[in-house]
């Protein structure tokens, strides 16, 4: 069975302080790995996909790798507004659908 | 253009009712999903169409739950007989068909509270 885990479940971090969030995988053929951005009240907004070990992507302050067990959303410098909760998904190659981890909830402290 | 929508924002039910909640995908997407969020549960995929037609409907957890799409376009998931634990955020998302790009756009969600 596909399976999706991240950590950690919460991370508070200082304006500026950089840091990672894992997110762990094990699926029966990766077609690709999502990462999402969810706001309290409002559904997940795309952020990457990733489609191979080795990919890496970058949108402003994030930056996110893959290799063949997991995924890292990196953030560089984060600013408050940053503050939301990651989710992570894979999507198989047998399959539309996606399955998602839990989250990582993160606060960026001003 | 404008992204997916869904209707009702919030419902609020009685235990043994039914409830129907719509969807909006964005124009010209084919593929249209459900998902839920529970408190404490991560996204739950529920049922994926192409088209008008629903390849996998796996992830419904009974068969209190349906859903139907018409004209390739607006989705209805309907829950009859409503229990407390149907009470989640219902999410659907809608993509393009394409040989790499399936990322999934997502609406505002459904909050639906079954007392």
């Known amino acids: 069975e596909d399976q999706v885990t991240q950590s950690p479940e919460a991370l508070r971090l200082q304006e500026g302080e950089s840091s990672s969030l894992n997110c762990s995988y094990t699926?029966?053929?990766?077609?690709?790995l999502f990462w999402y951005r969810q706001d309290p009240g409002k559904g997940p907004e795309f952020l990457f996909t990733?489609?191979?070990a080795g990919e890496e992507k970058e949108k402003e302050r994030l930056k996110a790798t893959l290799t063949k067990k997991e995924s890292f959303l990196h953030i560089t410098a984060p600013k408050p507004e940053d503050s939301a909760t990651y989710l992570c998904?894979?999507?198989?190659?047998?399959?539309?659908?996606?399955?998602f981890g839990q989250g990582t909830r993160l606060t960026i402290n001003p | 253009g404008a992204g997916v929508s869904q209707s009702p924002s919030n419902k609020v039910t009685e235990k043994g009712k039914d409830v129907e909640l719509r969807c909006d995908p964005i124009?010209?997407?084919?593929?249209l999903y459900w998902y839920r969020q529970s408190l404490g549960q991560g996204l739950e995929f529920l049922i994926y169409?192409?088209?008008?037609?629903?390849?996998?409907k796996s992830g419904l957890p009974s068969d209190r739950f349906s859903a139907e799409r018409t004209g390739g376009s607006v989705s209805t998931l309907t829950i009859q007989r409503t229990q407390q634990e149907d009470s989640a955020v219902y999410l659907c998302?809608?993509?393009?068909?394409?040989?790499?790009?399936?990322?999934?756009?997502f609406g505002p969600g459904t909050r639906l509270t079954v007392l």
């Open positions: 998302a809608s993509s393009s068909e394409g040989r790499y790009t399936f990322k999934q756009f």
């Open positions: 699926v029966s053929g990766l077609r690709g």
């Open positions: 990733l489609y191979s």
């Open positions: 998904a894979v999507q198989a190659k047998a399959a539309q659908k996606l399955v």
């Open positions: 124009s010209g997407h084919t593929a």
């Open positions: 169409f192409q088209g008008n037609s629903a390849p996998d």
